[in-house]
């Protein structure tokens, strides 16, 4: 990872000026190279689209792009691509593009074996030349701005671009490159805390210590897992089990199989591994969604409002309804779902029939109109990125994740941060740190989900005290 000038919001607003999904990666720095002309062009020459950017006294923060490579040959380079900017002015965001003017486009950028980098006719924007020591922490560049004869400014004189002078703190150079889908980012596209031994204790804990609301007197909150047949549902179970017992474990039966492994509806425990104590949620598991089959709409109706009795048997000739043994006729809160979670198979969304999307919909309806949290768990990541077969702590720096997390989001109508990705334990036969971690995000996120649930269920009953009272 780099560290320099730009934070993540610089590099956002660069990448909207630029256009395609790039990387950025540091060439060269002043203040750690020197400020030399020979050492600039034998770390930028040739490298293809830069960014330079310069930090003054004032932490105005401003520079210029081009798509065309450094030379030094001492000669102008055309490039219609080529634009100045400001990212800060006076250490406030303020961010300004100034695209070079048709008619100059020939005089884009300088380039010459003695100066540093130079853009436009005059020149625009001239840097240094020769070699240059900093004084009291400033470098003095000689040559200054002749702004607006290359580049339109927009009325931006000299005093509103660089405070009017060019001394500098630091001047940064970037190659900006083609971003493989697969390839990390430097800045993850969701953040979260360090992934380190630390965090994944003080999730677990966390969520060990977790609580429904007390005013609500029930002991666990109920999340439903519901899903394709072979996205991970009962996996996801088998996964955070695991984490707490402190092996990998296969409660749930799992696997692969032409109609859905899970037959029967399932609210599973979680146990604290040395206690054997069941933490203060349940994850309900049931059978999978299925084009011509699976578990109909009415059943998961049955499930969300708390009819369904545990290890119920599902029957495709006979559906679920109030006749059967130990049918739940009159469902209190704790008997309810208080947030669902889909799971979808990464590496199959694409391929996803306009059926089952129709299907999870009118699902969708009936959690709606409960007020129902929904969550997307994507599973199966590692299928879509084989950097993540070997490190799942990449899972929030890699675009093809983030490209899926995002289609997924406008698929199901759910907002981005809520489509969480996850990696199950499927092949795994020890524990791995940064799985534990990814599930235990999303974990604690259900979680966080589940109690705004019962937080507006407490509202309601509050509103109907008052209105009593009234």
């Known amino acids: 990872m780099m560290a320099g000038l730009l934070q993540k919001e610089d590099f956002d607003e660069l990448l909207k000026w630029i256009g395609g999904r790039r990387k950025f990666r540091l060439l060269y720095k002043i203040t750690r190279d020197g400020c030399s002309a020979p050492t600039f062009h034998s770390k930028c020459d040739g490298k293809g689209m830069t960014v330079m950017v310069l930090s003054n006294p ?3 923060v401003y520079g210029g792009f081009t798509s065309q490579s450094w030379t030094s040959a001492g000669a102008y380079v055309p490039d219609p691509k080529a634009f100045l ?3 800060k002015f006076n250490g406030k965001s303020s961010y300004k593009q100034f695209a070079i003017k048709p008619e100059k486009i020939a005089y884009a950028v300088y380039c010459h074996s003695k100066y540093g980098p130079t853009f436009g006719d005059g020149y625009d924007l001239f840097t240094f030349s020769g070699n240059l020591t900093a004084c009291n922490g400033k470098f003095k560049f000689e040559k200054g701005c002749s702004l607006d004869n290359t580049y339109n400014m927009k009325g931006t004189d000299y005093s509103a671009f660089a405070n009017g002078n060019l001394q500098v703190k630091e001047m940064e150079v970037y190659q900006v490159d083609d971003c493989d889908m697969n390839d990390p980012l430097e800045i993850p596209w969701r953040r979260t805390p360090e992934w380190t031994t630390r965090l994944m204790q ?5 969520i060990e210590n977790y609580k429904p609301l007390e005013q609500l007197k029930i002991q666990q909150t109920k999340i439903l897992l519901i899903g394709q047949i072979g996205a991970g549902k009962s996996s996801f179970f088998n996964t955070i089990n695991s984490i ?5 474990t296969s409660q749930a039966c799992s696997g692969t199989a032409e109609h859905s492994l899970t037959t029967q509806y399932w609210s599973y425990q979680v146990r604290n591994g040395q206690s054997r104590k069941p933490l203060n949620f349940r994850l309900c598991d049931t059978r999978g969604l ?4 699976g578990i109909d709409a009415q059943d998961v109706c049955y499930i969300l409002d708390g009819h ?3 290890k119920y048997v599902f029957n495709p000739s006979l559906p679920l309804s109030s006749d059967i043994a130990g049918f739940i006729k009159a469902p209190k809160l704790k008997d309810r779902i208080h947030c669902v979670a889909f799971v979808l198979d990464a590496s199959s969304v694409d391929v996803m029939s306009e059926k089952m999307l129709e299907k999870i919909r009118k699902l969708q309806i009936a959690m709606n109109q409960r007020g129902l949290p929904q969550v997307v768990l994507l599973t199966k ?5 084989a950097s993540l077969q070997d490190d799942v702590g990449l899972t929030y720096y890699i675009p ?3 490209e899926h997390v995002d289609k997924v989001a406008e698929m199901i109508g759910l907002p981005k941060s809520h489509v969480i990705p996850v990696k199950n334990y499927e092949s795994e036969r020890e524990l791995n740190d940064n799985i534990n971690i990814l599930n235990l995000l999303a974990m604690q996120q259900i979680l966080h989900f589940a109690d705004d649930y019962l937080y507006n269920y407490l509202d309601d009953l509050d509103n109907e005290q008052i209105g009593t009272a009234d």
């Open 58 to 60: 004032s932490d105005t």
């Open 85 to 87: 900017f400001q990212l």
């Open 202 to 206: 003080e999730l677990k804990e966390e």
């Open 244 to 248: 707490f017992r402190g092996y990998v």
């Open 290 to 293: 299925e084009e011509g089959q």
């Open 308 to 310: 369904t009795p545990d």
């Open 381 to 385: 990541i590692d299928k879509i990125c």
């Open 400 to 402: 093809t994740v983030q």
